[in-house]
């Protein structure tokens, strides 16, 4: 390279400089030791204008001279020939005037390049300084609640449910060691067979499409007692939207068992049955919604056994009015006592149980109700008038043969209940969609 392509190369280098320091989202501006402003970039321009008295931005200590008086002095004195005088120094500046007036923040380095020449970068911080401030806050606030309450437990979920973290209450709670919570899903705040996994993962979706998902019920302590309790579940979203890898989620578990006030008796009452303390036709109904919707979202098997007494008229008449209630109080802890928990046990009518049962195929159904059955039958309802034996007949319908409408599924189990009346009582039946007759029957 001779000597003329290196001064167009010098050149070039020399053009590209200039260009970034225009360009640089940062204020840059070369100063003279006594504060000239020898060049001053868009950015540092547009943070220094509204600092100035007369509109004019010739010298640097002139224009921060209300907010930072020392400058002048700083770069005097004590500082080496070369080297940083000062390192993000924050200067709190106010811009505008009046009521259009804001407080902004100022990060500003001074830099020496020679005795004559110093470089300034400046930066406006003030919403990255709020920002560490609303952090700051924010763990403190965290720290205070994790550390003071006591009645609450704080978790972090990962994205499948999974435990990643959990503060000290914890054990207070739910009796769990932290090794004993470590690797495990939420489930395991439920009582056994109170939860299946998809509807684990259904209140976590729920919480990412609404914001929190919130389940009020019992809940099981690792000695297995119960206590009534509240799960909220919301999503952890880290600033900037997107997940982060393990932590994906907040729950809080809280007991209530001392809070359980008017207003949760007064919601258990609203889904109870008033005799036999099962569910109501109402929660069975908002159950069944709530889990077709589940199914339309993310499809699995669901299914519903509908129960009704055989011959319970005749209890009536013979035995009386409270016997035949003794029975139907019978039924229902029984029934209660051979489903799952996560199953949706209901009296529907005055002598029609319902059991809606997640996750479980029309087989899965049929051998639950079968079991049921037999049990009944081998177990006689003590009543004032005496042990009294009693029997139910059965019909099973399943959502995969019912177009994910909840009124087809209903009807269909009713059909099937009607063919097991028909057929003697005291018996399942299921109606397979392609058979007009009963085909799952069993004698
Ligand atoms: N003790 C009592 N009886 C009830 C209650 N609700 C409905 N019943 C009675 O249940 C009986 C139902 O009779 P039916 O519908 O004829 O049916 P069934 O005698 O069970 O005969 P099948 O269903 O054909 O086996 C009626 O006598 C109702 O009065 C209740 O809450 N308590």
Redesign the pocket.
């Known amino acids: 390279m001779d000597a003329r392509e290196a001064l167009q190369q010098l050149e070039r280098e020399h053009q590209a400089l200039l260009q970034f320091v225009y360009l640089a989202p940062v204020g840059l501006v070369q100063v003279r030791s006594d504060g000239e402003i020898v060049m001053v970039n868009p950015t540092a321009a547009q943070l220094l204008m509204p600092l100035s008295r007369d509109g004019t931005l010739d010298n640097l200590f002139t224009a921060l001279r209300e907010v930072a008086p020392d400058l002048q002095d700083l770069l005097d004195t004590g500082t080496p020939a070369s080297g940083v005088v000062c390192d993000g120094r924050q200067l709190p500046v106010q811009i505008g005037q009046g009521t259009r007036s804001e407080a902004r923040l100022l990060s500003f380095s001074l830099i020496r390049i020679d005795t004559e020449h110093c470089m300034v970068l400046l930066q406006d911080v003030t919403e990255q300084v709020r920002r560490e401030h609303r952090l700051r806050q924010q763990e403190a606030w965290l720290g205070a609640i994790l550390s003071g309450v006591t009645d609450y437990a704080l978790v972090t979920l990962d994205p499948g449910g999974g435990v990643v973290e959990w503060n000290d209450s914890i054990q207070r709670i739910s009796g769990f060691s932290p090794e004993a919570v470590h690797g495990q899903t939420l489930a395991l705040f439920y009582p056994p067979d109170s939860i299946t996994p998809e509807r684990v993962l259904d209140h976590l979706r729920e919480a990412d499409q609404s914001g929190c998902s919130l389940d009020e019920g019992w809940r099981a302590r690792a000695d297995g007692t119960r206590y009534w309790g509240s799960m909220l579940i919301t999503p952890l979203r880290p600033a900037g939207g997107g997940r982060t890898a393990d932590a994906a989620y907040c729950l809080i578990l809280r007991d209530l068992s001392d809070h359980r006030d008017t207003a949760v008796e007064v919601r258990q009452a609203a889904v109870c049955d008033y005799?036999t303390g099962i569910h109501n036709r109402r929660a069975f109904f908002e159950a069944a919604e709530r889990e077709t919707r589940r199914v339309k979202q993310r499809p699995r098997p669901l299914s519903v056994v509908l129960f009704?007494?055989?011959?319970?008229?005749?209890i009536?008449d013979s035995l009386g009015?409270p016997a035949?209630?003794a029975v139907?109080c019978h039924i229902a802890s029984t029934l209660r006592a051979s489903f799952r928990e996560v199953d949706v046990v209901a009296r529907i009518g005055?002598?029609e149980f319902a059991v809606l049962l997640p996750s479980t195929d029309l087989q899965g159904a049929h051998t639950v109700a079968e079991r049921f059955c037999r049990k009944l039958a081998a177990s006689p309802a003590s009543t004032a008038a005496g042990e009294v034996v009693c029997t139910v007949s059965a019909g099973i319908a399943t959502m995969a043969d019912c177009g994910g409408d909840l009124n087809t599924l209903m009807q269909r189990a009713d059909q099937a209940l009607y063919a097991a009346?028909a057929a003697g009582?005291n018996r399942v039946c299921g109606l397979a969609p392609e058979l007009p007759d009963e085909s799952l029957a069993s004698p």
Do not use: S
């Open positions: 005799l009704d007494a055989d011959h319970f008229k005749r009536n009015h035949g209630d139907l005055g002598e009346k009582r």
